[in-house]
Nanobody
Framework: QVQLVESGGGLVQAGGSLRLSCAAS????????MGWFRQAPGKEREFVTA????????YYADSVKGRFTISRDNAKNTVYLQMNSLKPEDTATYYC??????????????WGQGTQVTVSP
């Protein structure tokens, strides 16, 4: 089983960009599809984006489509989330997760500890 550690969160002004990284330990990273989720205070955790094991297929929530890009580097055991044109409503704790299954939506059973993203108006 992999272990996941997110990084790259921070404070940014609206319209700015951030790049989150999620580093996985273990040799089995490419066995897993990877996803990013977020949770804002007082709200339920929501799906943001996912990428298949090979990286060929990607999936996005409508709220981030065209602004966020997920990618992965299986040689580096890392998945990335490039976030552009950030909005205050993107403020949340962002979690990466490792999932199994034949396609989206995947079954996620390994989660990182989260990284905070705050977008100021």
């Amino acid at each position: 089983q992999v272990q996941l550690v997110e990084s790259g969160g921070g404070l940014v002004q609206a319209g700015g960009s951030l790049r989150l990284s999620c580093a996985a330990s273990g040799r089995t990273f490419n066995w897993y599809a990877m996803g990013w989720f977020r949770q804002a205070p007082g709200k339920e955790r929501e799906f943001v984006t996912a990428i298949s094991r090979s990286g060929v297929n990607t999936y996005y929530a409508d709220s981030v489509k065209g602004r966020f890009t997920i990618s992965r580097d299986n040689a580096k055991n890392t998945v990335y989330l490039q976030m552009n044109s950030l909005k205050p409503e993107d403020t949340a704790t962002y979690y990466c997760a490792a999932g199994t299954g034949s396609g989206h939506p995947y079954e996620y059973d390994v989660w990182g500890q989260g990284t905070q993203v705050t977008v100021s108006p």
